[in-house]
């Protein structure tokens, strides 16, 4: 009887779990729901007739810039993405080694992790600037200067800001994946070692592997941030090289145009949000067929 009395006293009362979640369910709504509505409303309603219309998403489209845009952007994580990896794992692994001075390298690497965008695109500018260290060197040994970031030049621009990139995000990738390497017990090595595995072998059938989870987390992190690219460009080329985030920050900004810059917005949401669902069904199919 005391347990039933206790169960309807309780039906009337609010439990305590509620008021620890509350706050967090105020601020994301404050935060994410509130603005993304804003956001879809801008998108899709005329600015003069204060109608639903599609006339933003025309004036976008139709815009020259908005197709360099997605180009650009697209390439930019088509070839910088698999490059971090590649240099992350790389990297990783010799931390994983543990070679002398391995502990001065992982903070060496980290560095770029507190530059921020802005200023990693001033440090690379002063390294491709028509009068900068690069040519220098170039002139010291008898060739000729070459303008880096000339817009006659859209592959070395992208050459350039995509290096930049790399140096900049590449930390990132490689805290996630020495975290995730660290969950690897040795046992599983050592015992593939004892059994005759090559090195390539158990990188390839145990390591990489047990490291998916991980690599899934950075490459859906790593590829939302590629998207939102834009000071890094910008320093290094203004509006020569242009990126959708890029884009999105002219119509709201020197075109005063908050409509269609919420359109640039959403593309750039459901680009990120379809790739990340890619992701998480491809390493989720190939997890599978590893544990089956």
Not at 30 to 36: G, S
Not at 51 to 70: E, I, K, Y
Not at 243 to 261: H, I
């Amino acid at each position: 009887m005391s347990v039933v009395r206790h169960n309807l006293r309780s039906r009337g009362r609010i439990s305590p779990a509620i008021w620890l979640v509350l706050p967090s369910a105020v601020l994301m709504i404050f935060l994410f729901a509130y603005p993304m509505a804003e956001g879809f409303r801008a998108a899709f309603v005329d600015p003069d007739t204060a109608t639903v219309s599609l006339r933003n998403w025309d004036r976008m489209v139709s815009d020259p810039q908005f197709w360099a845009a997605v180009r650009n952007t697209l390439l930019l994580i088509v070839v910088v993405i698999p490059l971090q990896f590649v240099l992350a794992l790389t990297m990783s692994l010799i931390l994983q080694a543990k070679p002398r001075g391995s502990a001065v390298y992982f903070y060496l690497w980290a560095i770029p992790l507190a530059v921020s965008d802005l200023a990693a695109g001033l440090v690379w500018l002063s390294i491709f600037a028509d009068r900068g260290y690069l040519n220098s060197v170039l002139l010291s040994l008898g060739v000729q200067p070459f303008s880096w970031l000339s817009y006659m030049s859209p592959g070395t621009q992208f050459m350039a800001v995509a290096t930049a990139e790399i140096w900049r995000a590449t930390a990132l990738v490689l805290v996630i994946v020495v975290s995730g390497l660290q969950g690897i017990p040795k046992e599983y090595d050592e015992a593939a070692s004892v059994l005759g595995a090559t090195y390539w072998q158990r990188l390839w059938q145990i390591t990489l592997p047990l490291l998916r989870p991980s690599l899934q987390v950075a490459l859906i992190l790593r590829t939302i941030l590629a998207f939102q690219t834009f000071a890094v460009a910008q320093a290094l080329t203004g509006e020569g090289f242009p990126l959708l985030v890029g884009e999105t920050y002219r119509w709201y900004s020197a075109l005063n145009n908050s409509n269609v810059a919420s359109a640039y917005a959403l593309v750039i949401m459901g680009i990120s949000m379809l790739t990340a669902f890619i992701y998480l069904h491809v390493l989720r199919d190939q997890s599978r067929q590893v544990t089956s």
